[in-house]
């Protein structure tokens, strides 16, 4: 289960980090401003469940 979270957190920042170049060459588009929250949201929430897990399976 782990693994597949980190391998949809490591597609979610990919593509933020995609987006945020696109959104360099195109002045303040409304669109692109809401897909980048929306992932920069999912790729947060995706990495403090890793985060915890990490430190759950440390403790135990």
Known sequence: MLLLIAIVSIVIWSTLSRE????????????????????MSAGTLSTIILTISLFQNLQS
């Open 20 to 39: 945020l170049v696109k959104s360099s060459e195109v002045k303040n588009n409304q669109k692109n401003r809401r897909k980048v929250i929306t992932l």
